[in-house]
């Protein structure tokens, strides 16, 4: 997968119960914009209740 791959394929699909309203995750490496609606289907995925965003995974640096 390419950076991208992961919210652009796949976010259509996702289980609307695991999704957290009002939140939204960034990707976690510093050089990448991705962001997506928090929930607890996104790979790798933090809730940081403290903190402005959540984090997961988008796959910008693939995933093996």
Known sequence: MSKGDYTDATMKNRDPEKLIDGR??????????????????????????DEPYDEYYCGCWGWD
Not at 25 to 40: F, L, M, V
């Open 24 to 49: 939204t995750a960034k990707c976690c490496y510093r050089s990448c914009d991705s962001t997506a609606q928090s929930g607890y289907d996104l790979p790798f995925f933090k809730y940081k209740p």
